[in-house]
Nanobody, 118 residues
Framework: QVHLVESGGGLVQPGGSLRLSCAAS????????LGWYRQAPGKQREMVAT???????NYADSMKGRFTIARDNAKSTVALQMNSLTPDDTAVYYC????????????WGQGTQVTVSS
């Protein structure tokens, strides 16, 4: 059974930083494309950042320069370092794992709340 478990969310002041982590089990971690997505109240879920099995990263425009995604295949974890946070970053952040080859299945974590407020 596949599990993606996020941690590291919480309350932070504007301008602050948080580091999210996602621990995966039940998948061949090294072949998956991993990602972080977020969903704010009343809004659609959006991509934050992704990282392929070869380490190629992709960021949403509003996160470039502020967020960094990194994976540790030995530990089956993916992290998201978030800096210069603003209230607009308030959302539930979800870990995602997608197999790029057949059967092209994907998995989601339960999400972790990030609140940016003074």
């Amino acid at each position: 059974q596949v599990h993606l478990v996020e941690s590291g969310g919480g309350l932070v002041q504007p301008g602050g930083s948080l580091r999210l982590s996602c621990a995966a089990s039940g998948i061949i971690f090294g072949i998956y494309t991993l990602g972080w997505y977020r969903q704010a109240p009343g809004k659609q879920r959006e991509m934050v950042a992704t990282i392929t099995s070869s380490g190629i990263t992709n960021y949403a425009d509003s996160m470039k320069g502020r967020f960094t995604i990194a994976r540790d295949n030995a530990k089956s974890t993916v992290a998201l370092q978030m800096n210069s946070l603003t209230p607009d970053d308030t959302a539930v952040y979800y870990c995602h794992a997608e197999r790029p080859t057949w059967p092209n299945n994907d998995h989601w974590g339960q999400g972790t709340q990030v609140t940016v407020s003074s």
